[in-house]
């Protein structure tokens, strides 16, 4: 029998019932994302500190896909760590109760932008291993499964370079720095959702 989920470290009960809920009631848009969905569903049902850095060697991150106002560009950050054009996104914090709010202060932070419109539901999921979140006594290497949604920045938005990153650009959409299989159909995945905007831009 699956024990109940208990708070997770992070301090925020809500966190933990909030990521089991967007990920149960989402619909995959793939038979892969459907399988990485029930991955992410079954270490949530087992681990009560899934959502917490602490969570070896597996735990849930969040992050974000930020479009221009006209869908055409991505705006991404050159990684400091590890020295690759990625989205926005990192490891839940303290104060965050819910995933999409852990992907919008992600993308805030990272990115200098006010103002984004934050989609209300996942776009994509993807569990890749992160050689320098692991710990430092050799331990198993950690897996980052990742919850990412898509925002919209606001025309003639300004955006900046935090110090977790040596860049942060504007990219076309279709000609990506870093043509990685799993950016390219985020980047996909993403278009698709906004383009079901509704009148307001909120995306789909």
Do not use: I, N
Request: hydrophobic share 35%; net charge negative.
């Amino acid at each position: 029998m699956t024990p109940a989920p208990t708070p997770a470290p992070t301090g925020e009960p809500g966190l933990h019932a909030d990521a089991l809920s967007t990920l149960t009631a989402w619909t995959p848009p793939t038979r892969t994302q459907a399988t990485l969905r029930d991955r992410y569903v079954a270490h949530l049902r087992e681990r009560p500190d899934a959502m917490s850095r602490t969570c070896r060697p597996d735990h849930l991150t969040a992050s974000t896909l930020v479009l221009s106002a006209d869908r055409s560009r991505v705006l991404l950050t050159l990684h400091a760590k590890a020295g690759r054009w990625f989205q926005f996104g990192g490891h839940c914090e303290a104060g965050d109760t819910t995933l999409a709010g852990a992907a919008l202060r992600e993308a805030t932070e990272e990115s200098g932008l006010d103002g984004l419109v934050l989609g209300p539901r996942p776009v994509q999921l993807s569990e890749h291993p992160v050689e320098f979140c692991g710990p430092a006594d050799g331990g198993p290497t950690v897996h980052h499964l990742d919850v990412r949604y898509v925002a919209v920045a606001a025309p003639e938005a300004r955006h900046a370079v935090s110090e977790e990153s040596l860049d942060v650009r504007w990219w076309p959409a279709r000609a990506l720095p870093d043509p990685d299989a799993d950016l390219v159909e985020l980047v996909e995945l993403a278009l698709q959702s906004t383009s079901q905007a509704d009148p307001a831009g909120q995306p789909g």
